[in-house]
């Protein structure tokens, strides 16, 4: 069964946003345990069962219309969530071949790809865009090829070089992102970045996701999840705009908790790009409302024990500290006790 | 989120001669006139010839007037003194646009004028095995307003008000050697006026 | 690290271009487009001989923007394992050969405002398909490539064709040197320096750079991935009672697997932890090429990451 994609989401203001109970059964819930804390959780991206949200390597699905206008309306505002230093052009190549290949292949009826040489023609049907382009020639695109390309993908995308046993950040989409900042992390090292992550580095996972990616090779993509708390379906949650939508935070009561507080999983994918040898982390974020969450008794049982467990400093990092107790009373009694299964399947 | 502790923040160490190069540029900024004459003592200790070293400074009031003399007749082939860190870094800029591999940059003074310094070199592509930089002086911070994009400087609070957008931002340890400053996020959007007491801490 | 990500390609030329040196051009075997590389990369070939597999890396030489084929050049070495003698000697035009996708650990640094390159002989190869990557770009470059003349005649008239004076050639005779010295003593900064060739010059070009001050962040020279292959080697999963042989391109958490005992694992790559397990006895060593274990786990000897570990000796039982 593949996805009926919805034509009328909005992701602000009135926030018109659900999960189809399709959507709400292939829901990557990030604890494969009753509890959390951070660890290498890095696996190879090879192909997950059919219909699941790894049966791709670029997962497209029925908030795709929603999530690319969403793009629009920050890049309009905030042109910066895009950007990418001049020697990343072989790079910003790669990710466009990367990904028109790779979603034409996978969902035929709603993107083609036709080439001829250098002369490319791309369709995507979904957003009534059509171009035709010579690979590799800038000026025959409206855009550079990287903002091109992700402003018709969900998701964000982060593009790193690879210097001197490091990774910088130097090209990027990040229209979405849980509260960091693209434009103020641009050129920081892999440390760098993730200096304000707590407790992992002391846990030695940044020295060892570092050791482990500087050797990806191509065609041997990895991912991992990762995941906050979100108030509203709200895809900007970025630093730039928390003056906006920081009060949201505050909004949540007993009653508004199950619709309004929601889990956000990142399915992080990681490619090393052929052409310029970078690295193409990708960030495809999946949003569930805890009411939604819920109907799966398992997952209740366990996100209830994992919120109510999580470390401080887990809690003040993700931000949550104005409603976590909101979550885990609406969740308790639906906890009764009994143990659940091993990894994150429904059941 | 965290605002101390984030690892992004630069460490620094005493300033000490790099002998793998060939020609060594020194620049700082008032107090910063200490750690460069310990570093030109410990340069001739170590046979690093007095001509193959060249001083630029900025005559801040942080350093006392015997400190600017000093620095004038400093041990170095070439010395340049400015009045402020604009002029300076002008004059930096010209001489990297005409310097050679094999040279090395020591940098001294308070972290906000370094930041500036760093960044003017990175983009001759001065490696982070071709700087050193100790810090002393104010610990004021430059800030950036991740809301507005504009620069406060001279930040010695734990919260301040954005120069440009009058948000008041609480400083994080988030540093960026690309815009050379810390981050500054709005305090009060959760709930508009909750404050915390406002306290010097870069001082 | 896995080696099941191979594919096939067809020889389809085969060139002596000097009494040592074959130059080989490989298509994919299934008629696809190559995939792409940036320059300065290099493919494991694998060579499937009578007694062994043979695991041997070769630079790119064509360029990254004419995917029809890859070529490599392969000097023959007598001393060697074996794998370049094997394909002086083994491989024909038409044979089938694996091939891994292409690595690159001697890259372009892409800040770098000026590249200054020196090759030597065959170490022209990499540095060909690095030259190609730059005429695109918009920085400077230059390369110093020295000959044994006329041996690699070929070679140096395809570079001078493609890249004009940017390329010198030198005569490797005593009046015809290169300048090594004087080339790096006055470059502007933000120059990147470059080497492949024979182990002399690759050393020349270090001492000169280093002596002329370059901070090493500024110095590249070839490097190859280093043979993914080990000892062969026996263990006992004691738990499941069956005894399992380890071959040389196989790791132990693929021997494990291919037993059909389940074994954990998560990244397959000595990172995550997941596949972590005790070593119950050990008659040898164990050769720990993990990220995980600290360095006190390790020289306990009594942990061991099977997706990347391995043993030496006669002995091993796992608790699994
Ligand atoms: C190489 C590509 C990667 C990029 C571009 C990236 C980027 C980021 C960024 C920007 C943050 C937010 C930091 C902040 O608060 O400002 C973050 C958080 C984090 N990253 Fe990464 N990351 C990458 C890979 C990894 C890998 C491989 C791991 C493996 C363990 C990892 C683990 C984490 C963790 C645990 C957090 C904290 C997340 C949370 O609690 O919400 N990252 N990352
Ligand atoms: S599977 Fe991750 S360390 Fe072995």
Known sequence: MSAVFKTDETFRDDFKYSNSPRAIRRFPLPFVEDKYMYSVNIEPHVPGPKDSITEFQFDVDEHYIGECRDREIVLKEDPLRYQALPHMMSAQWDVLELLMNHMSKDYPEQFSLSKQGNRWSWHNKLLNIKNEFTFGDPSTLPREPLDYITRQAQGDFVVMDQRDGDFYIEAGMVTTPADWSMDFDMGMSFKEWHGPVPLAHELNVFDRALKFLLNLRINEPVRRLNWTMTVNPRLDTSPEFYPRWGSDRASVTADNVADKAHIRVELQGLWRLPRSNAMLFGIRCYLISIRELATIPKWARRTHRTLRDLHPALVDYKGLTRYRDHVVNWLAPLDDGSPTTSGNAPE | ?203 | MSHSHTFAVTVTAITQVTPLIKHFVLKAADGAQMPSFSGGSHVVVVMKGATRVYRNPYSLLSSPNDLSAYEIAVRRADQSRGGSVFMHDHVTVGMTLQIAHPVNLFQLDKLALKHVLFAGGVGITAIAAQLEDLKMGAVPYELHYSVRAPDHAAFADRLLARHGDRVRIYHDSAEHRIDIEGLVAAQPLGTHVYVCGPTPMIGRVLASARAAGWAESHIHWEQFSAPPVGDPFDVFLKKSNVKVSVLPDQSLLEAIEDAGVDAPYLCRGGVCGECKCRVLEVDGVLVHNDHYLSPEEKASGTLIMPCVSRAHGKNLVLDL
Not at chain 2, 21 to 45: K, Q, S, Y
Not at chain 2, 178 to 197: F, H, K, S
């Open chain 2, 1 to 203: 989120m965290l605002i101390r502790g984030i690892k992004s923040k630069p460490v620094y160490t005493p300033l000490a001669p790099d002998l793998g190069g060939r020609t060594h540029l020194l620049v700082g900024f008032g107090v910063g006139a200490e750690p460069l004459t310990r570093l030109m003592a410990d340069c001739t200790l170590a046979g690093v010839t007095k001509a193959s070293r060249r001083l630029l400074y900025v005559t801040d009031k942080s350093a006392s007037m015997a400190m600017h003399e000093m620095m004038r007749h400093a041990d170095a082939g070439e010395v340049q003194l400015f009045k402020d860190s604009a002029s300076l870094l002008s004059e930096f800029e010209t001489i990297l646009k005409a310097s050679i591999m094999g040279t090395r940059l020591y940098v001294a003074g308070p972290e906000a004028f370094m930041g500036l310094v760093m960044r003017i070199a990175a983009r001759f592509n001065l490696n982070r095995d071709e700087i050193r930089a100790e810090e002393c002086g104010s610990p004021a911070r430059r800030v950036h307003c991740i809301h507005c994009r504009a620069a406060t400087e001279d930040v010695t609070t734990n919260i301040v008000q954005c120069v440009d957008c009058q948000r008041w931002l609480v400083v994080r340890d988030h540093y960026s050697r690309r815009l050379a400053a810390y981050m500054g996020v709005m305090i009060d959007a959760e709930v508009p006026g909750e404050l915390p007491p406002i306290e010097e801490v870069f001082v």
